[in-house]
């Protein structure tokens, strides 16, 4: 499997290396891949970064001696989306590995 990072780096001269061997590289399709993966990657690093925030919140909120309910449910609600990002992620990161698993060193 060719190395992502070489990819990344110039995809035009790997194709075009690609390309006197007899294998077209889908620029494209590999494009939409990486796009779709470093979104969900910041996704995800966001929602992890609420999380800690709501984690603290609720830690000072019971502290004071509030009420946490509020808080508890938007952390919930949160933990959802973040839950399907991180599935979407997963996803995105099986296709972009299905499609270099093709790609000839």
Known sequence: MIDIQLLRMDIDAVAKRLATRGFTLDKARFLEL????KDFQSLVETFN????????????????????????HEQKLD????????????KTQADLQSFLSVIPN
Do not use: C, H, M, P
């Open 34 to 37: 990486e796009k779709k993966r």
């Open 79 to 90: 933990q959802d989306t973040a839950a399907a990002n991180d599935q979407l992620l997963a």
């Open 49 to 72: 970064a609420g999380r800690n925030k709501f984690s603290k919140e609720i830690g000072q909120a019971k502290s004071r001696g509030e009420d946490i309910s509020k808080l508890l």
